[in-house]
């Protein structure tokens, strides 16, 4: 009696530490009892209705009988065929309520899985960034402890140290004003109504002109090639935030001596931005995620490059605000193609 006790509480334990096994249950008894209800309701209709038509049939045939002299009957099995309906009724209801019941069941997992999903993708963002702010809140510690511990610290080593808690701190300024511009960004999306017209070859060279610096700082070659006009309808702010996050992503994965090209085209009723790098590339296993909020596939990646992990995740939020799409394509070790597709409108 003890271990099926235990057993009991364990199970309900369990069921307490998974909130959504006990939503699928909890559910699953409410469409249950909807189907019960529904079954009970028309068994009951179903069996007055045959017995009102038994019935009548029977009075009509003592009716029938009175009318030529004849004395009435009472009909031979009338009873085991009035027992024999309501057995094979409730039988039936049994098994619908069976078969119910695993269908209900199948059905709940299916509507909760969207909510599921949500939160784990929401609570694995939260964990996310916790983890990244705290490496530079981490390193802003220690470099303050130090040059409080150090008595005869000199100048030149408390710029050093000040300088290093400045990196940190742009670092964390750069993620927090990422997090927020994806946390807003289909809500300027829907205030952006007046929409204009963008010139996408036009803000490839503007772009690739800006990080020119940033590419010969890391010897990286960039290249664009966007001779005609491609114009699309669109948030000229939010485009150019999604290019420039692509490409700098481009050139951080690049070693020196490698090269980032920039291409725009028409191509139909569409326009083409396309980046290839010759850079590291990304895994198989990992390019299906690229575009999810802080993910790395690698993490010596985000240590070199010092990014936060949601540039790709802006550019996905960008495009899908713009009825767009993103496409990636990579190999280790050869480099990576990202290639965004937006509708000419």
Do not use: C
Request: proline share 3%; charged share 25%; glycine share 8%.
């Amino acid at each position: 009696m003890k271990s099926l006790s235990k057993r009991s509480g364990g199970w309900v334990t369990a069921l307490k530490a998974d909130p959504f096994h006990w939503a699928r249950i909890k559910l699953t008894l409410l469409y249950l009892a909807i189907i019960t209800v529904i079954v009970i309701v028309l068994s009951s209709s179903l069996y007055s209705l045959h017995l009102d038509r038994v019935g009548h049939l029977e009075r009509r045939r003592i009716e029938a009988a009175d009318a030529v002299g004849h004395p009435a009957v009472v009909a031979r099995g009338l009873g085991e065929y009035v027992e024999d309906l309501g057995r094979s009724l409730i039988l039936a209801d049994i098994i619908t309520i069976v078969i119910g019941s695993g269908l209900s069941y199948v059905l709940a997992g299916r509507t909760l899985k969207p909510i599921k999903e949500s939160t784990e993708s929401e609570q694995q963002f939260f964990a996310n960034a916790a983890h990244d702010l705290r490496t530079p809140l981490s390193v802003l510690r220690t470099e303050a402890e130090v040059a409080l511990r150090s008595r005869d610290l000199t100048i030149d080593e408390a710029r050093a140290a000040l300088g290093s808690s400045l990196e940190e701190i742009s670092r964390m300024s750069t993620m927090v004003e990422q997090m927020m511009k994806l946390s807003r960004g289909r809500k300027d999306a829907e205030v952006a109504a007046a929409r204009e017209k963008v010139d996408m070859a036009r803000l490839a060279r503007e772009v690739t002109g800006r990080m020119g610096g940033r590419a010969r700082d890391l010897h990286v070659a960039l290249e664009v090639n966007a001779p005609n006009p491609a114009v699309i309808t669109g948030d000229r702010s939010t485009l150019e935030r999604a290019m420039y996050n692509v490409i700098e992503n481009a050139l951080n994965y690049t070693p020196a001596g490698g090269n980032v090209a920039v291409s725009v085209l028409t191509a139909g009723s569409r326009v083409e931005l396309e980046v290839r790098d010759s850079g590291i590339g990304i895994a198989p296993e990992d390019l299906a995620h690229i575009t999810e909020p802080f993910y790395r596939g690698d993490h010596a990646r985000g240590a070199h490059t010092g990014g936060a992990g949601l540039g790709l995740t802006i550019v996905k939020s960008t495009v899908t605000d713009h009825h767009g799409s993103l496409h990636a394509q990579s190999e280790l070790g050869r480099g990576t193609t990202i290639t965004l597709r937006f509708p000419v409108t």
